[in-house]
């Protein structure tokens, strides 16, 4: 079974930045992509960033130019590096890999609070 551990969530101000983690269980070119979704209260689950295998990069639009997502080969590691954070960006973030069966692999998320 394939485990990603989440870290580096936490509270901070508008404005300020943090740095998610995502460590798997296996080596990350064993999968075909991997990324970020976050879930804000009462809304959807949406994507904010993800990476394949080959270091192509996706963002979604409300988070252009502020979210960064990034891997560390030998690390083994894929960051979200998120910048002048907004109170709505608040949501818990999760983890996401993917295989060729589907998209089947989550972290257990980690709480982002942004406070104005």
């Known amino acids: 079974q394939v485990q990603l551990v989440e870290s580096g969530g936490g509270l901070v101000q508008a404005g300020g930045s943090l740095r998610l983690s995502c460590a798997p269980s296996?080596?990350?070119?064993?999968?075909?992509?991997m990324g970020w979704y976050r879930q804000a209260p009462g809304k959807q689950r949406e994507l904010v960033a993800d990476?394949?295998?080959?270091?192509?990069?996706n963002y979604a639009d409300s988070v252009k130019g502020r979210f960064t997502i990034s891997r560390d080969n030998a690390k083994n590691t894929v960051y979200l590096q998120m910048n002048s954070l907004k109170p709505e960006d608040t949501a818990v973030y999760s983890c996401n890999a993917c295989v060729l069966r589907g998209c089947v692999y989550w972290g257990q998320g980690t709480q982002v609070t942004v406070s104005s």
């Open positions: 990476i394949t295998s080959g270091g192509i990069t």
């Open positions: 296996r080596n990350i070119f064993s999968f075909n992509g």
